[in-house]
C-alpha cells in the first residue's frame, strides 16, 4: 500500500510518500513552494500543480492530509484549509481515498503522545523509515507522519480493508513498536 501524505501550507506544502512492509519504506519526500509575494490565486495554482504531479509520479493509494483546526492567526488557518481542499480535490479527481487527520492524532500515532514537539515527531519519523537524518524542513517530515498514520490507521482492526491492508497494519505496528523500544533494551524488557 502506498499512501501520499501531505502537510498543507501555502508557502511550504509538505509532500512525503511511504510504501507499507517490513520495514515500511521511503518513496518519495519534499516541499512544493510558491512565492509570499505572488497573488493568492497564482500560489494556489503553483501547489495544485505541484500536488497533482506527485500524485500522478508516485500513484498512490491513499492520500492523508492534516485537518485544518481552529488557531489564533486566520489567514494562516485560511491557507492551510485552500491548500487541504486542492489536495482532496486531486485525489478525488483520480479516485484515490482521503483521510483527514488532526496534529494531535499524528502525534500520537507516531510518537504515542499527542502533545509530543515537532523534533521528537521528526526523530520517530526518521527511525520508523530506518533514515539516518529526519527530512528538512519540518513540513517533510511532518508529511511522512501523516502518511504513517493514515496506514496504520487503515489496517486498524476497526476499519475494514482488504487483507493486504490489514497485512499492511501489522507490519506498520512492529515497525512502530521496534522504533519506540529503547536501543538498550532487549524484547523481553520493553513494555508494549
Partial sequence: ????????GLTRCGVGVIEAGRPPRLVAVGVIRSSASAAAEDRLLAISR???SWMDEHRPDAVAIERAFAQHNVPTVMGVAQVAGLAMVAAAARGIPVGLHTPSEVKAAVTGY????????QHMVARVLGLATA????DAADALALAICHSWRLGSPTATG???QTEAQRAWAEAERAARRPANASR???LR
Fill in 1 to 8: 500500500m502506498r499512501v501520499l501524505g501531505v502537510d498543507p
Fill in 50 to 52: 505541484g500536488l497533482e
Fill in 114 to 121: 499527542g502533545n509530543a514537539p515537532k523534533g521528537q515527531v
Fill in 135 to 138: 527530512p528538512k524542513p519540518a
Fill in 162 to 164: 482488504s487483507p493486504e
Fill in 188 to 190: 523481553g524488557d520493553y
